[in-house]
C-alpha cells in the first residue's frame, strides 16, 4: 500500500523513532536537504525522517543531486557520513556495460537497495 504524507507533516509516522522502519533513502536529496539533516534542523518531513533514522541508528541513504560540489557541501557530506549516513551519489557503472538508462538506473537502485539489504536482481553481481 502507497502512502504518501506531505512535506510540512511533522506529525506523519515517518516523523516518529517508534514508527518501525528498516531505513530511510532520500533520492534526489538537494543540498538544501543534505545541509539541514548535517546541522540537525528539521524544515520539513524529508528532514525529520532522515534526523529519526540517525537518531535511531536505522540506514540512512541520500543520493545527492547536485554536481558539481562546493566545499560546503562536501563538508556536509561528510558529516553526514561520519554520522553514519550512506553517501551514494547516481553514478552508475559503466563496468556493467549497460545497454540502456533502465540498466543505468537499475545498478543505482540495487545499490541503495544492498545499504537496506533488500536482496534483489537489479544488476549482475561480480564473480570470478
Sequence with gaps: MERVYAPEDLAAPPASGSWKLDGTV???CSMSSVGA?????CINLIHRAAL???KEGRPLVLVPRETPLSVPDLRNLTALAEAGTAILPASPAFY???KSIDDMVDFVAGKILD????DHGLYTRWSN
Design 26 to 28: 532520500v533520492v534526489p
Design 37 to 41: 539533516i548535517a546541522a540537525g534542523v
Design 52 to 54: 529519526v533514522s540517525l
Design 96 to 98: 556493467q556495460v549497460p
Design 115 to 118: 545499504r537496506l539489504g533488500v
